[in-house]
């Protein structure tokens, strides 16, 4: 499948196939009968000074249904005053044909018609309309009766069974009086060859790997197993998450012990289910005499959605045990254990508490772990089926760190809740104030949390720093729910005190 | 002479006052002033927030179906689907608080949308100026 080159139009061909093996007369139509003008015009309608008239409103004047349209007052000569004009068509041959009344209004002395136009489309035109073409006019014989006419125009030879598009243009014009004209059952010969929303013409368009994204929208467009990218927070972002160590007791709040950025990218197929997800993960700084490990799990998604894993830094713990798929076992939903040891990651520079949050101590580069979950291999799901992108929003990224070799002391972003091998027994301890029965987890009486996450990336404070030191708008974020100084982290005049971030 | 031993007294006093706080306290956080504050038991500590994007689809003449994508105003694109217009969706993106817009497209159309209380609402059925 791969490399075969192709070209398609929209689904419009199923629509061809129907046609050919009914042998069903293409044609476009409107008799109104949504009774909503707004769902004909994102179909590609247009109405000038022309709406829907209901049956309850114009008993004797709505001509068939429940609606027909109405027009304005025919006073002008103008083309431009009064009209519909049909989504682009690839034009067939025969008649269009419509019904149309006038009210009977019989003041003023009128004069009442309707001009029919085409309308060759070109590109560089205002809405790739050209200069439209008048080739059909009607007059109506009287204007003071609401007889209903039967209007049958020929198609003109010109624009038969056209290859290129066109427009009809229906025009009510008048002089004098203010009679208004009613019309239904509108039968344009042809093929709707419009493109909603934006109503240019359907156009032919490449998909090389023929899975029914264009190439131009395809982000693989050579891989039919593959269509999107997803990315969380950004394609050219990192989020940090910066977590305390010591839960459920009393942290220091420099929210430092560990500090890891992340990118995830979620790689959707053509159907929308998730092929993979490859997340970065920048390993910079452990400010923590703890070893600690980190690692996320995909809420309410079951390990056996997943194929493998791979990437990720494991093998050296003797806490964590691990499935086939390279997952952890004995978990409800699939966790992957980014590393499970920060120290066997990136060595401890020889001085100071941690690593890369000491100024005096030296700085230990930062390590990178391109972590690869699989979900679907070949267009192979796994054994437990399909995830669609819906079911696993950013959201779903329950990010956590487990303190110090101990499995049970998971500790979460704030309100996430623990994985299945959290050790319940410690809610509620220390300075703990959870409550899994409401939901809340991972907070403190006042609602401090043990870790955050900044979308944007985030200077860490040095060790020993209070984050609130480090930025001085940080207490009114956090008091305002987020409201006040939303961009606390950034390196603004008046925001931070160098002195104490690293 | 009282008026300067007790000014020498006093400066004495000050200054070994002041050698003892440095010498013996070392530079430990002082979070009673973090420990205090007053947050909202809803606040999420991020810095992100969760937006909810409800989409109407339209009845459609012919079927439909092309990539919508969410992207930030800076074109930073976050979601993206193979969607038949006519069909109703909702997708849910983490995006920096910061943000009050996002840019919705689909196919070659696109749109600026507002965010409303964590809620974007659109629809492909238009809204007709009269």
Not at chain 1, 414 to 440: E, H, I, M, V, W
Request: hydrophobic share 35%.
């Amino acid at each position: 499948m791969k490399n075969f080159k192709k070209s398609l139009i929209l689904p419009l061909v199923i629509s061809f196939l129907m046609m050919a093996g009914t042998n069903i007369k293409a044609q476009v139509t409107l008799d109104c009968e949504s009774g909503i003008k707004e769902i004909e015009v994102g179909n590609c309608w247009g109405f000038g000074a022309t709406g829907y008239a209901s049956i309850a409103s114009y008993p004797s004047l709505v001509i068939t249904g429940s609606y027909s349209t109405r027009s304005n007052s025919l006073t002008n000569l103008s083309l431009s005053a009064c009209w519909i004009k049909t989504p682009w068509l690839l034009v067939g041959n025969g008649n269009i044909t419509f019904q149309t009344r006038l009210d009977g209004n019989g003041n003023g002395v009128s004069a009442k018609g309707i001009i029919l136009s085409y309308i060759p489309y070109d590109a560089g035109a205002s809405y790739g309309e050209g200069t439209a073409v008048q080739f059909y006019t009607y007059n109506f014989p009287a204007f003071n009766v609401t007889t209903i006419r039967d209007i049958s125009a020929p198609i003109p030879v010109e624009i038969q069974n056209s290859t290129t598009p066109y427009k009809i243009w229906v025009s009510y014009i008048g002089t004098g009086g203010n009679q208004r004209a009613y019309s239904d059952n509108f039968i344009f010969p042809g093929t709707y060859w419009a493109s909603p929303p934006a109503c240019t013409p359907l156009a032919f368009f490449q998909d090389a790997d023929n899975d029914g994204v264009a190439d131009s929208e395809d982000n693989y467009p050579n891989d039919p197993y593959r269509a999107y990218n997803n990315y969380y927070p950004g394609v050219s972002q990192y989020g940090t998450l910066a977590f305390e160590d010591n839960w459920p007791n009393k942290a220091d709040y420099d929210f430092n012990d560990i500090v890891v950025n992340y990118r995830l990218n979620t790689i959707t197929n053509a159907q929308n289910n998730v092929v993979e997800i490859l997340g970065k993960f920048v390993l910079r700084a452990s400010g923590a005499s703890f070893q600690n490990a980190f690692a996320f799990q995909l809420d309410d998604i079951t390990p056996d959605k997943i194929i493998s894993t791979s990437g990720n830094s494991t093998g050296v713990s003797p806490i964590f045990g691990f499935e086939s798929n390279g997952l952890e076992s004995n978990q409800q939903f699939a966790n992957c254990i980014v590393f499970d040891n920060f120290f066997n990651v990136m060595p401890h520079p020889g001085s100071g508490t941690g690593i890369n949050t000491d100024k005096s101590a030296p700085t230990v580069p930062y390590d990178t772990l391109d972590v690869n979950l699989v979900f679907i291999s070949d267009g192979n799901p796994a054994p437990g089926g399909t995830v669609t992108i819906n079911q696993l929003p950013s959201s779903s990224f329950n990010f956590y760190i487990i303190s110090n070799q101990e499995r049970g002391r998971e500790i979460h972003l704030a309100d996430k809740a623990p994985t299945s091998l959290a050790n319940d027994a410690l809610f509620g301890t220390g300075s703990d104030d959870s409550n899994p029965g409401a939901g809340r987890y991972y907070k403190t009486s006042n609602n401090l949390p043990w870790g955050i996450n900044i979308l944007q990336g985030f200077d860490y404070p040095i060790e020993k720093a209070l984050v609130n030191e480090a930025y001085l708008h940080f207490i009114e974020w956090a008091e305002s729910s987020g409201i006040l100084y939303p961009n606390w982290y950034s390196n603004e005049p008046g925001f931070r005190d160098d002195s104490k971030i690293y | 002479m009282k008026k300067y031993n007790l000014f020498f007294l006093l400066s004495l006093m000050i200054f070994f006052a002041s050698c003892k706080k440095d010498l013996t306290d070392p530079v430990y956080p002082d979070n009673d002033n973090l420990e205090n504050i007053q947050v909202p038991s809803t606040f999420n500590w991020s810095t992100g927030q969760n937006v909810i994007i409800s989409i109407q689809g339209l009845p459609t003449t012919i079927p439909i179906k092309s990539t919508l994508s969410i992207s930030l105003i800076d074109g930073t694109v976050l979601h993206q689907r193979f969607h038949a217009m006519d069909l109703d969706a909702t997708i849910e993106v983490i995006i920096p608080k910061t943000e009050t817009q996002l840019l919705l497209k689909y196919g070659t159309a696109e749109y600026q949308v507002a965010i409303v209380n964590n809620q974007v609402t659109f629809s492909f059925i238009p809204q007709i100026q009269e």
